[in-house]
């Protein structure tokens, strides 16, 4: 199946502070989604990209999937605690996901 | 909608028993996914189902492990015997655009 490097693995932030999280294939993905999984909870889905180049907005998230369809990012500015959880990639490989990454987990400093 | 429905929450069982996972996906939803989550291994797809037939069960552990889908309604999996190394949260999905997870079973064997 697609296999994704997700990085960085961990990152504090001070709240206020922007984050990004990156997940990198070795291969043409057809899609990937985003979800968000806050600690004790289940993930969440938030959206899914699947043209070159495409960039979506959700208020203070943007998404953007690469030209050649091979990393995608998330941005989150002027984070909040509300922002706090794990934030996996999920590329598509058809009509499923395969696989997720190994997420990225947020802390962020009030 | 009361979403993807699982039970129970938490179980915990003791070694060489059998164990049953119960999922209720989300009506019109034709694709059902089980899960399972640990710290070591993030996210894995055990088994995915379209149309209540398995499609890809190449991530199920062994033959301990063993899921069914008698009608569009309900899922199962089952783990016979278990054993302290099947200790994850189990998450079941349902599908129609991007995932929706039930909460979880976490799964504790001793």
């Known amino acids: 199946g697609q296999q994704v490097m997700q990085i960085p693995q961990y990152q504090h932030v001070q709240e206020g502070e922007d984050f990004t999280t990156y997940c990198n294939s070795s291969?043409?993905?057809?899609?990937i989604q985003w979800y968000k999984q806050r600690p004790g909870g289940h993930p969440v889905f938030l959206i899914q990209?699947?043209?070159?180049?495409e960039v979506k907005k959700q208020k203070r998230l943007t998404f953007q999937f690469g030209e050649a369809k091979k990393n995608s990012s998330l941005h989150i500015t002027a984070t909040q605690t509300t922002d706090v959880g794990t934030y996996f990639c999920a590329p598509g490989a058809g009509s499923y996901q395969l696989t997720f990454g190994k997420g990225t987990k947020l802390s962020v400093i009030p | 909608d009361a979403g993807v429905i699982q039970s129970p929450r938490h179980e915990v069982t003791e070694m060489g028993q059998e164990v049953t996972l119960r999922c209720k996906p989300i009506?019109?939803?034709?694709?059902l996914f089980w899960y399972r989550q640990t710290m070591m291994r993030g996210l894995e797809l055990l088994i995915y189902?379209?149309?209540?037939?398995?499609?890809?069960d190449s991530g199920m552990p062994e033959d301990r492990f063993s899921a069914k889908m008698p009608n569009a309604s309900f899922s199962t999996l089952k783990i016979q015997p278990s054993e302290p190394r099947d200790s994850a949260v189990y998450f079941c999905?349902?599908?129609?655009?991007?995932?929706?997870f039930g909460s979880g079973t976490r799964l504790t064997v001793v």
């Open positions: 189902f379209n149309n209540n037939v398995p499609i890809d």
């Open positions: 999905a349902s599908s129609l655009h991007g995932y929706t």
């Open positions: 009506s019109g939803h034709n694709s």
């Open positions: 990209l699947v043209k070159s180049g």
């Open positions: 291969t043409t993905l057809s899609n």
